[in-house]
C-alpha cells in the first residue's frame, strides 16, 4: 500500500480565487488520479496526473478550471481556480501502486464562500 | 460505457440481520472491480476486490458475470459496520464508482 498526505486537509476560500492542493506520497507510484465528491454524491475522476506530461482529464474538466501538476513520481498538485460555492466539494488525490488497487488520501474539504 | 450501479441509497438492518448491497456493472471487456468503504470521518478505503476473492471483516462479494452484479454480503451485522460503501469497476487505469450505499445497523 501507499501513504498518501494531502494538503491542506481543509480550508475555506472567497469566490473568484484559487488554491492548490497538494498530494505527497511516501514512494513512487505510476498513477496519481483527482478525484472530487460533492456533498451527498459519489466520487467522480477529474483527471490523471501524468508524470511529465499534461494531465488527462475526464469530460467535463478541463485545464484551466483544474490545472494539474506532477513533476515527479510522488507528487501531484491540484488547483481550482477562480472558485464558485459550486465547487465546495471533498477533493481526493489517489494512486495506483499496480494490479488496478487504488488508494485514497484523506481529501481536502473545500468550502467556497 | 463503463458503467457502476447502486440502486439503494440507504440500507437499513438490525445487528445480527444479514446484509446485501447490491452492485451492477456496465462493461464491454474483463472488468475488475472493487468494493470501498468509508467510515465517519475517515478516508476511503479499499474493503475487498473481486479477484482475491477473500473475506474481509466478515464482507465477501461474488462477481457473476452473468448478471453483471458484484453484490457484498455479510450474514450478521454489526454496528460497527456503519459507513457508506461504493462499488467501483477498473477499466482502463482508472475507478468508476457508483453513487454508494450508506449501511446503517441498528442495535
Known amino acids: 500500500s501507499a501513504v498518501i498526505s494531502q494538503k491542506p486537509s481543509r480550508d475555506i476560500c472567497q469566490r473568484g480565487t484559487s488554491l492548490t492542493i497538494q498530494c505527497q506520497v511516501d514512494?513512487?507510484?505510476?498513477?496519481m488520479f483527482w478525484y472530487r465528491q460533492q456533498p451527498g454524491q459519489s466520487l467522480t475522476l477529474i483527471a490523471t496526473?501524468?508524470?511529465?506530461?499534461?494531465?488527462?482529464?475526464e469530460s467535463g474538466f478541463v485545464i484551466d478550471k483544474f490545472p494539474i501538476s506532477r513533476p515527479n513520481l510522488t507528487f501531484s498538485t491540484l488547483t481550482v481556480s477562480n472558485m464558485s460555492p459550486e465547487d465546495s466539494s471533498i477533493y481526493l488525490c489517489?494512486?495506483?501502486?499496480?494490479?488496478?488497487?487504488?488508494?485514497f488520501g484523506e481529501g481536502s474539504w473545500l468550502t467556497v464562500v | 460505457a463503463q458503467r457502476v450501479t447502486q440502486p439503494e441509497k440507504l440500507l437499513s438492518v438490525f445487528k445480527g440481520a444479514p446484509v446485501e448491497l447490491k452492485c451492477n456493472y456496465s462493461?464491454?471487456?474483463?472488468?475488475?472491480l472493487f468494493w470501498y468503504v468509508q467510515y465517519s470521518r475517515q478516508r476511503l478505503q479499499l474493503l475487498l476486490r473481486?479477484?482475491s476473492r477473500e473475506s474481509i471483516k466478515g464482507f465477501t462479494a461474488d462477481l457473476n458475470k452473468g448478471e453483471t452484479s458484484f453484490h457484498l454480503k455479510k450474514p450478521f451485522a454489526q454496528e460497527e459496520d456503519s459507513a457508506m460503501y461504493y462499488c467501483?469497476?477498473?477499466?482502463?487505469?482508472?475507478?468508476?464508482f457508483g453513487t454508494g450505499t450508506r449501511l446503517q445497523v441498528f442495535p
Open positions: 489517489s494512486v495506483g501502486t499496480g494490479g488496478n488497487t487504488i488508494y
Open positions: 514512494s513512487q507510484v505510476t498513477m
Open positions: 496526473a501524468n508524470q511529465g506530461s499534461e494531465a488527462t482529464y
Open positions: 462493461y464491454s471487456g474483463s472488468p475488475e
Open positions: 473481486h479477484i
Open positions: 467501483a469497476l477498473s477499466g482502463t487505469d482508472k475507478l468508476i
